[in-house]
């Protein structure tokens, strides 16, 4: 699946690229690991599918519109939100932004954050309710307080004095019917007991999912997208609705700082889509970024958080009938060099990542930890 950029930006992208990439070792006193800086890159952006599948009526998509900025001299992180910002807008993108399935209460709830590699800046917002472009928000955050994340009403209020439009329902025709369908299966009423409840809402939103009512990506939401720039800069940005009909404030992984996303701008990024809770239970995209500064492989380095994820998942509700995580984690890793690699727990469900260099923007296989489905 390869999608075609505007020809002048991939001009531009390949004289770039046509340069030497020369990588000069460093140093660094008391520590043993070299770190690389380069002195010129080969740009590139990966991301999940969402970043391929995505064009909000446009021309171009979400990777496709950060390279094409990046190799036009735009700062990074710029260049990725306003890529992101594509399937944020998309009403056909069911897991991000405005359309993004809501949580038990009907109500959009949207988390995100950003980290920008050169400037060592990073911010976030989470349980955002109103604005279809939480990224934005996780910006604005980055460059005008002093904090790295905003939750709830203090999140929107935020927004609104920032300027943005704050809407009362981000719900479109689709998320709101799914939202109903998933209602009237789980109780008529809405009362159960709250255990059973969270476990009939899981196991009932994944039967909506089997029967095709949803894919996979919109259940579990989310769009993560790094990148890095002709000069060596990394940025990284995750945006997400959040698990589907998720306990209203309900926050996942994607708006924490080194559990779905993590960017050291002297070393690389990491991000991912999937289970949030495991993420965040072993900070995933910071364990993959301290594995990239021992100079570990983009590949080798998000199957160790596989791995680290599979060890730490122990709860008899969480395993298969093989004694294996009954869920997908995903992960799209970058280093200073331009190395990339996307990883994922079990081949099953979305199993390619998006990838967009000088070459255009295509699919490629992640690599999985397991045989198998997560259900199997």
């Not at 800046?121 to 910006?139: C, D, F, N, Y």
């Not at 009932?204 to 993560?224: H, V």
């Not at 060596?232 to 698990?243: A, H, P």
Request: charged share 25%; proline share 5%.
């Amino acid at each position: 699946m390869t999608a075609t950029l505007d020809r002048r930006g991939f001009v531009r992208a390949a004289a770039a690229a046509a340069a030497a990439t020369t990588i000069a070792p460093r140093t660094v006193v008391g520590q043993a690991p070299t770190v690389y800086t380069p002195r010129s890159v080969r740009p590139v952006v990966i991301s999940d599918l969402s970043g391929l599948r995505y064009t909000n009526g446009g021309p171009l998509n979400a990777v496709e519109k950060a390279f094409s900025l990046i190799v036009d001299g735009a700062d990074v992180l710029d260049a990725l939100i306003a890529g992101v910002n594509i399937p944020e807008l998309d009403p056909e993108e069911s897991g991000v932004g405005y359309g993004g399935l809501p949580n038990a209460d009907g109500v959009v709830q949207l988390d995100a954050c950003c980290m920008h590699g050169p400037k060592k800046w990073a911010g976030g917002v989470a349980a955002l309710e109103g604005v279809r472009t939480p990224s934005l928000v996780a910006k604005a955050v980055m460059e005008h307080t002093d904090h790295h994340l905003l939750v709830g009403k203090g999140a929107q209020d935020f927004a609104r004095s920032m300027g943005f439009t704050i809407e009362d329902d981000l719900n479109t025709d689709r998320s709101r019917a799914l939202w109903l369908e998933w209602r009237r299966r789980i109780d008529p009423d809405h009362f159960l007991d709250p255990k059973e409840r969270a476990r009939r809402g899981l196991e009932l939103g994944l039967e909506m999912l089997r029967e095709g009512l949803m894919s996979e990506a919109s259940f579990w939401g989310t769009i993560n997208c790094d990148a890095i720039g002709p000069t060596g800069d990394i940025c990284g940005v995750t945006t997400t609705s959040g698990l589907s009909w998720k306990i209203p404030g309900r926050t996942g992984d994607s708006p924490i700082l080194g559990a779905g996303l993590y960017v050291d701008g002297e070393v690389g990024a990491a991000g991912s889509t999937g289970r949030g809770e495991a993420n965040l239970f072993n900070l995933s995209s910071f364990l993959i970024v301290e594995q990239l500064r021992r100079g570990v492989h983009p590949k080798d380095a998000g199957m160790e958080a596989l791995m680290r994820i599979r060890a730490n998942t122990v709860e008899q509700r969480l395993l298969n009938d093989r004694g294996l995580p009954k869920f997908n984690v995903r992960f799209f890793v970058l280093n200073k060099r331009g190395e990339y690699a996307g990883v994922s727990m079990y081949a099953a469900g979305e199993t390619e990542y998006a990838v967009c260099t000088e070459n255009g923007a295509d699919a490629q296989p992640l690599e999985p930890l397991l045989q198998g489905a997560p259900a199997e």
